[in-house]
């Protein structure tokens, strides 16, 4: 499976973006889908994971109530809406999916996925 993020850029403090991560070269489900992000310097920070039904949703708190996780398995496509964007949230983003399904409690652990895309840069000016 191939992941291709895109949808990054440069954003005014309490402005919006939305990612998004298609898949390719092979089913899009059954597989966990995770967002996460690494600024210079800092360790790579689990974002936000959706199971592949959609039913199972859960974000790192410093991002819950503004970023919300959604996806279209008709397009194998996986969509990160970024909403109330902070300079803190400038990093580099990167999608992952894992099979088989990752418990909701191993969401944060990014050694269980098994596929990366490139990453996308996100940059919030104050």
């Known amino acids: 499976v191939q992941l291709q993020a895109s949808g990054g850029g440069l954003v005014q403090a309490g402005g919006s973006l939305t990612l998004s991560c298609a898949a390719s070269?092979?089913?899009?489900?059954?597989?966990?889908m995770g967002w996460f992000r690494q600024a210079p310097g800092k360790e790579r920070e689990f974002v936000g994971a959706d199971s592949w039904s959609g039913d199972s949703t859960d974000y790192a708190d410093s991002v819950k109530g503004r970023f919300t996780i959604s996806r279209d398995n008709a397009k194998n496509t996986i969509y990160l809406l970024m909403n109330s964007l902070k300079p803190e949230d400038t990093a580099l983003y990167y999608c992952?999916?894992?099979?088989?399904?990752?418990?909701?409690?191993?969401?944060?652990?990014?050694?269980?996925?098994?596929?990366w895309g490139q990453g996308t840069q996100v940059t919030v000016s104050s």
């Open positions: 992952a999916a894992a099979t088989p399904l990752v418990p909701r409690r191993s969401y944060s652990d990014y050694g269980r996925y098994d596929y």
């Open positions: 070269g092979g089913t899009f489900r059954p597989y966990t």
